[in-house]
Each structure stands twice: as C-alpha cells, then as structure tokens.
C-alpha cells in the first residue's frame, strides 16, 4: 500500500481556491456521449470543471461506434477551456487520472493508428460470439462473469469473422479510456478494473489469461500491459504537454472504469461500502475485500482500481434513458415530468413499466428483452406514466439488489448519485422498493471524474488511499416507510412475473 502522511478529511462542493502556492490533480471522465475535466485541489476540492461532447453512431440495427479521434478532439477543448478559466489552477496541476466506459473495442495498427471506430459497451452485434465463448467453462471459471455480448473478447470475434482485413493490421486492442492514456503517455496500459471487462482477465489473480485470450483467438502482444489504477503509468508527452501548456512532469496514473473510479469518487473502497448511481443505465455496486464471483446471477465482479480490492455491481441499462424516452415520446423533458410528481410518495402507480428499452443485464442476460406498459386505460395520464417509469427502474434496480444478496453481499446503506438523484420522488420510492436507508450527499460532485482525480493524489503524491478515498457527508436520509414497504414489495412481485409472462409469448 501506498503511504504517506494523512490529508485532511475532503471537503465536498465547488469553489473558488485563492491560494498563493497550490497543487491541484485532474480527473478526466470519458464519458459515452462527452468528455469531463475536474480540477481538485490537494484538499479534495472540487475547483472547476470543463466538458465537452461528442456523438454515437449507429450505422447498422444494434450497432453503437464511436471514432476516438473525437475522445482526442473533447480532451483538447476540456484542456484549453480549463486552462483560459482557472489559469493558476492548471498551471498547479501534478497528476492526472482517467475514468472512461468499459468494455470498448479500440483497434491499432503497428504504428497506433485507429483501424475502425470503436465498438462502444452497449453495441449488441456480438451476441452469436457472446454466446459461444461463455458455453466455455474457462470463461466464467476464470473471468468471474458472463461473457456479455457487450464485453470486448466477443467484439474481437466478430471483427476477425466479419472484418477480416481489419482483423489482421490489429497490432494492439485498448479500452476508451486506455486510448487517452496511450494518447497523453505514448504507453499501451490498462488498469485492471476496466480490463476486468474484457473476458481476458483472470479476476481472482488479477492478471491476463492466457487460455482466455487464446480461446477468444487472440495474442497476448495484442493485448497492454496491466496496471493498478492508482498506479503512475508515465509523464505527460512533450508535444501533449507543450500543445496543452501543462510541464511535461505531470504524472498520469492508469485511472479506472467508470463504476471503479466513481466508486473512488464516492469512496465505496471497503466491503459493504455500496452505491446507486442512477445515470443513462443504472448501477449498484458493492465494494468487496475479497473475490467471490456468482456469474450465473448476472452480477458483474470485476476488481478494483486499487489494489487488493474487488467490486460487485448490478446493471439495468436503461434508468434515466428510461425517463428521457418517455418525455421525448410526450413532447416534453425529463425535469418537467418529474415536477409533476411532487410531495411524498403514497404507493405503487396502477400503471407498471418494465424498462428493457436495450435488453437488460442484470439479471435476465437477454439482449432481446423489451420494455412494456401493462395496466393503462383512457384516464392513464403524464404522471401516471412518468410514476410508472420511475417505479420500473427502481424495481430493476431491486432485480441487481437481488442478485448481490445471492453473492453473500450484505448492505446496511447506500448512497445514491446521477443525474436521477436530483429527484427526491425517485430517491423516496428506491428507498421503499429496495427497503434500505438511502443517502444523498451534501453535494454530487462524487462521480468518476472525482475518483480519477483522486487516484492520480494516491499515485503522484504517495497518500495513503484510505486518507484519500472518504466518503461525503450526508445532506438527507431516505428512510424506508414502514406503511408503504409492502405495498411496494407486492408490486415488485408483479414485475418480476410480468417478464417472465411476456417472454414466453414474445
């Protein structure tokens, strides 16, 4: 373990720092559709932020790219927007770490020139070989997982079936996120939360498998070298560090995938330490200080970003996607449907929603899942429909509690982030679905960018993690309503049947 005097407790909240002599770190957040930059003092203090945003492309049915050049193009406005803002802050940066979205397929030639654009985590075309590579033992056994078709060993396959030519010049394979890295460093490295998702790692002993990779028929000198996420990969290049006005002494650590580093972020670093994160999909997770997979629960279990720690998450891919649609399909925004559900919760909407607008994850694995309303009529309104969405997710997410509880995980409380935590309707109803105390910390500012800046203190500072990796102060307690748990529980029993129903006629 890293180790060095203890820091003071982080302080949460964005403000101004006017300090004489400072040392900041930047945490970049490579997002599916933009690119975040957070500039955090040494103190833990958020100072200011940057975005910029970037499309996904769909050529085909099920297929989602991405051109990393456009990755390279955001971090440079993030860079120079940041620079112009808080020039004395930028000029005080001393490391950097990266967060990104998993499983990306970035092809490289033997001169690092991107073949194709990336295959990002939720195309789906990958499904046959999916499927033929999890029908081998070694997989789960190893890899601790399902092999999802989202995942990056079962992409390669598909590229080496139906891409050929593009199969061949591939000289290198790297993960988003590793690709900034690769662009900022000149190293190929990934760090082992992110490479957790590829199905060629072996979990348990966090390292490559070989058996994996060749049974996915790939080599090993395809593949980068493996790192901890706090760990420092190398200083800025000359020409990054010239181009974006940085000293080429900054330090970039490997950083993490973007549960792991926002699991850093909210510090959810030890076991039973858990959070919800209600984002485009939705995410439970639960650290853990030992490795005890349960793929056949569809639950993710994947390492960490730190050393000797592992991390298991549920997944539902469509919670604040879920919201969106609906107020895109109704002519509206999310944010005006939500106002329409003010005051406290009273009970289950009449109207049920199962939210598989992408297939689902945990815990059915089915790619070919579809979302459905069941119970409308002439009077079904807005809010009735809004109610109904919002219940939806929040029984997919007691689905990835479920599942966690099948892997021994136990949770007492969990703090709850994203974009849908901004609606205290939503946290009130989790509350009751999941029948747990949940927290809302005093500020938001506790997502991936923050666990990246916060693992490159660790790596370029030699803090100790633990005096780094905090958790926030909590600003309200959602407590389950002892009158309303049952109702809910019944209507949680109601969405379960339902998939099970519609799938059979489907």
């Known amino acids: ?93 001393k490391g950097i770490g990266v967060a990104g979205h998993m499983h990306g397929a970035t092809l490289l030639d033997d001169a690092g ?24 033992s070694p997989f789960r056994n190893l890899s601790g997982n399902i092999v999802f078709a989202g ?64 049974k996915s028929g790939m080599l090993r000198s395809q593949l980068p070298d493996l790192v901890e996420g706090c760990e420092l990969v190398g200083k800025l290049k000359r020409e990054v560090a010239a181009e974006s006005g940085m000293s080429d002494n900054v330090g970039v650590v490997a950083g993490g995938a973007d549960n792991a580093a926002a699991a850093c972020g909210i510090g959810a670093i030890n076991e039973g330490q858990a959070f919800l994160s209600l984002g485009t999909s939705g995410v439970l997770l639960a650290a853990k200080d ?17 050393p000797d720690k592992w991390y298991q998450m549920g997944v539902m891919l469509s919670a604040t996607d879920s919201l969106n649609w609906l107020a895109s399909n109704l002519g509206s925004s999310a944010k005006e449907l939500t106002t329409l559900l003010k005051g406290k919760i009273s009970g289950p ?67 709850v982030i994203g974009g849908g ?6 946290v009130d109803t989790l509350a009751n679905v999941l029948n747990l105390p949940l927290y809302l910390p005093v500020k938001s500012d506790f997502g991936a960018a923050m666990g990246a800046a916060r693992l490159a203190m660790v790596g370029t500072s030699g803090a100790e993690q633990t005096s780094i990796m905090v958790q926030p102060e909590i600003r309200k307690v959602f407590d389950p309503n002892s009158g309303l748990v049952s109702a809910y529980e019944t209507a949680y029993q109601k969405y379960t049947r339902s998939y099970q129903a519609l799938k059979e006629i489907a």
């Open 151 to 214: 995942f990056t060993a079962p992409k390669l396959m598909w590229v080496a079936r139906h891409e050929p030519d593009h199969f061949r010049r591939v000289v290198k394979v790297l993960l988003p996120k590793d690709y900034l890295v690769y662009w900022l460093t000149g190293r190929y490295v990934s760090d082992l939360s992110d490479a957790s998702g590829t199905s060629w790692l072996d979990v348990g002993e966090r390292t490559w498998s070989g058996e994996l990779i060749e």
């Open 349 to 415: 909407s009449s109207v049920s929603f199962l939210p598989y607008l992408s297939g689902e994850r945990t815990p059915h694995n089915d790619v070919n899942a579809r979302a459905v309303f069941l119970g409308m009529s002439k009077s079904t309104d807005n809010q009735e429909l809004c109610q109904a969405v919002i219940e939806g997710v929040s029984f997919a997410m007691r689905d990835c509690l479920e599942a966690l509880k099948s892997t021994m995980t136990n949770l007492s409380g969990i703090y």
């Open 113 to 136: 020139v991107v073949i194709r654009p990336c295959i990002l985590w939720n195309d789906s075309r990958a499904v046959d070989e999916a499927r033929e590579l999890d029908g081998q």
């Open 421 to 426: 935590s901004n609606s205290e309707f939503w």
């Open 1 to 93: 373990m890293l180790v060095c005097a203890r820091l003071p407790a982080m302080r949460p909240g964005l403000v101004w720092l006017n300090l004489t002599d400072i040392i900041m770190y930047l945490g970049l957040d490579l997002g599916t559709s933009g690119l975040r930059g957070l500039l955090v003092s040494e103190q833990g203090v958020p100072v200011g932020d940057a975005t910029a945003g970037y499309t996904v492309q769909s050529p085909k049915e099920g297929w989602s790219e991405q051109d990393p050049a456009e990755w390279v193009k955001a971090c440079r406005q993030v860079l120079s927007e940041l620079r112009s803002t808080y020039p004395k802050q930028y000029a005080a940066i």
């Open 290 to 306: 030992h490795y005890s997979p349960e793929p056949e629960s569809a639950v993710h279990t994947f390492c960490h970003a730190l």
